[in-house]
């Protein structure tokens, strides 16, 4: 049993230490607004918070997570209206959505260290997020909509 803290919920995990956290979080816990893409920790798309920093869920095994605090888009906000989900709504961020929660979570991440971030700022910061569709410029407008409006 691997003990974990997923958005503020203690869980005893039985699984093998080097199962993915990502497959723990949609398989074991039924917590599945985390997606997988590609597996290999390229796209974003399984982007959670271990610790208040977001990581890859794909590549993080369970045993890197135990007794952590795992923060997923389920836990962002109580309601679903953290700033950031009110803000990608305001400017449509989403086309697909199949990468908005990790999205989400990395700009979540961007915003809890800078409160204010400059628009280059929040390209770099996004830039390991890939979106298929390429709403690339509605989701700096969120993130800036999310800023200004926190």
Not at 69 to 85: C, F, N, R, Y
Request: contains cysteine; aromatic residues 4%.
């Amino acid at each position: 049993m691997v003990p974990i803290t997923v958005n503020g919920v203690r869980n005893e995990i039985a699984a093998a230490p080097e199962t993915p956290l990502l497959w723990v979080l949609r398989e074991r816990l039924g917590l599945t607004g985390t997606k997988f893409g590609c597996g290999v920790a390229q796209c974003g798309a399984c982007t959670v918070h271990v610790d208040g920093a977001p990581v890859r869920s794909c590549v993080t095994s369970l045993a890197q997570v135990e007794g952590r605090a795992v923060t997923t888009i389920e836990g962002l906000s109580k309601d679903g209206m953290h700033p950031l989900q009110k803000a990608w709504i305001a400017e449509q961020a989403p086309q697909c959505g199949y990468c908005q929660s990790g999205q989400i979570m990395s700009a979540a991440a961007l915003l809890a260290e800078k409160k204010n971030p400059t628009r280059r700022e929040i390209v770099l910061h996004m830039n390991g997020n890939i979106c298929r569709c390429g709403t690339y410029p509605r989701i700096i407008a969120a993130i800036e909509r999310a800023a200004r409006e926190g």
